[in-house]
C-alpha cells in the first residue's frame, strides 16, 4: 500500500512496507532532488565533509548531507551566508542539504551554554563571545542558509541524567520553541520544518512530546535526544514507542545514530532517516567498516595485507583497476594511516559509501519483503556465532517479529 504525504518543498511515498517488521521504504523528493529511504546522512558541519570533496561525497551516492546552523552561524556568520546565496553556493553542493538547530550543542558545548526560556547563550569557541540562539535566530539562520530540511530548536538534556524535573521541563519547552520556530519560519514554500520529539528515555514524556509534536503537522518528524550514552535496550524502547504514535505518513528522522547495527535495527523499528559523525571520525582514526566488523589498519598485522579495504564493497577504493576504481589495499592504507592525510581521505570515502550502500541493501531487502531474512544474514555474517549478537539487538528485532537465531 502506499501513503504519501506532500507540501510546498517536500513529497513523501511510501512504496513497500514490510510484512512482519515496521520497516519501510520510501521515496522523500526534496527541493534537490529525491532521496530514497531508508537513508544515513553523512554529516558536514561546517559546510564540508572531513576529507571530502562535493563530487566526491556525490560519488559516493550521498543527495542529503549535514550542515550545523550554530557552527555556521559562527563562521562564515549569517551576513557572509546572505551575501553568497547559502550553504549550498558556499560549499558547492548540488545535493539536499539538512541543517541541525543548534540544539545538540547544549549538549556537546555545555560548559560554553546557559538554557532560559528565551534560548541558548553560547559563549565562542573561537574567542569567547556571546551568542543568544533562540528559536527565532535559530531559524533566521537556517532560512540564510537554505537548506532543504530545517530543524526546530529543541531544548537537549543528556538521556542519562537522573534528574526528572529538568527532563520534563526540557520535553515541553520544546514544544513550547516548536510553536516560535513555526511562527518564525520565512520559507515554508522552500525549506521544510522538522520538529523534535524530546522526553529522554521516560515513554510517558516521549508519549506526550509525540501527540504534541503530531497536532503542530510539521512536513517530518524527529526523534531526539538519543545517543547520549543511554543503554541500547533503552533506545530501542524510545524509537520503538514513538514509532507506534506518529502518523504514517510523515519521514521519521532519528537523530545521532551511525554504528551499522543501530541503523538496521531502528530501520526494523520504523525509522526512516539517521546521521553521525561516526563513520566520518573513525576514518581518521584508520579504522574501516566492513560487514565483519571494523579494521584498524593502523595495525602491523596489515603491513603486507595487498587485499582491497573490503572485497565485498564496490566504492571507488575498493574496486580493482579493471573495475575503474583506485585498487587501493589494505597494506596501503597501514602505510600512509599515520602519516599523511590520504589515509583518512580514502577511509571517508569509504565509509561513507559503505553505509549508503547498506542503506540501499536494507531498502532493497524491504521493497522485496525479505527484511527479516536480510537481518539474519546480516547478523550472521557480522558476528559468526549467533551466539555472540548483542541481547539489545536479539530483543528489539524479537519484538517486530524476527527471531535472529531461526
Known amino acids: 500500500m502506499s501513503t504519501s504525504s506532500q507540501s510546498a518543498a517536500l513529497k513523501f511515498e511510501i512504496l513497500a512496507r514490510c510484512s512482519t517488521t515496521k520497516a519501510r521504504a520510501s521515496i522523500l523528493t526534496l527541493p534537490h ?14 559546510a564540508s565533509l572531513k576529507g571530502l570533496t562535493p563530487v566526491q561525497l556525490a560519488q559516493t551516492g550521498c543527495n542529503l548531507c549535514l550542515n550545523n546552523t550554530y557552527h555556521l552561524g559562527l563562521k562564515p556568520g549569517q551576513e557572509t551566508l546572505e551575501v553568497i546565496g547559502g550553504a549550498h553556493v558556499l560549499q558547492g553542493w548540488k545535493g539536499n542539504i539538512l541543517t541541525d538547530s543548534g540544539g545538540f550543542q547544549m549538549v556537546s558545548l555545555l560548559e560554553l551554554a546557559k538554557i532560559t526560556e528565551e534560548g541558548v547563550c553560547f559563549s565562542s569557541p573561537h574567542d569567547g563571545t556571546p551568542m543568544l540562539l533562540t528559536p527565532e535566530h535559530s531559524i533566521s539562520l537556517q532560512n540564510t542558509i537554505g537548506s532543504d ?14 534528574d ?12 513550547r520553541w516548536l510553536d516560535r520556530c513555526i511562527a518564525a519560519h520565512k520559507r515554508p514554500e522552500k525549506q521544510n520544518l522538522f520538529c523534535i520529539i524530546q522526553g529522554g528515555l521516560d515513554l510517558e514524556m516521549r508519549k506526550i512530546c509525540c501527540e504534541e509534536m503530531a497536532r503542530r503537522d510539521t512536513p517530518g518528524i524527529a526523534i531526539g535526544g538519543l545517543s547520549g550514552g543511554e543503554d541500547k535496550v533503552s533506545y530501542c524502547q524510545v524509537v520503538d514507542t514513538c514509532t507506534d504514535l506518529l502518523p504514517q505518513n510523515k519521514p521519521r528522522y532519528v537523530m545521532g545514530v551511525g554504528y551499522p547495527e543501530d541503523l538496521v535495527v531502528s530501520v526494523a523499528l520504523g525509522a526512516d ?10 576514518a581518521r582514526f584508520g579504522n574501516a567498516i566492513t560487514a565483519t566488523g571494523n579494521l ?4 602491523a598485522s596489515f603491513a603486507n595485507d595487498f587485499t582491497p579495504i573490503d572485497a565485498d564493497c564496490s566504492c571507488e577504493c575498493c574496486r580493482s583497476e579493471e573495475k575503474g576504481g583506485l585498487g587501493i589495499t589494505r597494506a596501503y592504507i597501514y602505510h600512509v594511516a599515520s602519516k599523511e592525510t590520504a589515509g583518512a581521505h580514502l577511509l571517508t570515502m569509504h565509509n561513507v559509501h559503505y553505509l549508503l550502500s547498506l542503506m540501499g541493501k536494507v531498502r532493497a531487502a ?30 528489539a528485532l524479537r519484538k517486530v517479529g ?4 531461526a
Open 273 to 282: 532517516m539517521f546521521d553521525c559523525v561516526w563513520p566520518t571520525r573513525t
Open 149 to 162: 530540511i530545517i530543524m526546530q530548536l529543541d531544548d537537549v538534556i543528556v538521556t542519562t541524567s537522573p
Open 366 to 395: 524491504i521493497i522485496e519483503d525479505r527484511y527479516p531474512e536480510f537481518l539474519r544474514s546480516y547478523f550472521r555474517k557480522a558476528y559468526g556465532d549467533m551466539q555472540k549478537i548483542p541481547t539489545w539487538a536479539t530483543t
Open 402 to 405: 524476527v527471531d535472529l537465531r
Open 33 to 46: 532532488g529525491p532521496v530514497p529511504l531508508p537513508i544515513f546522512q553523512p554529516v558536514a558541519t561546517q
Open 164 to 175: 526528572a524535573v529538568r527532563m520534563k521541563e526540557a520535553m515541553q519547552r520544546s514544544i
Open 296 to 299: 584498524n589498519l593502523r595495525h
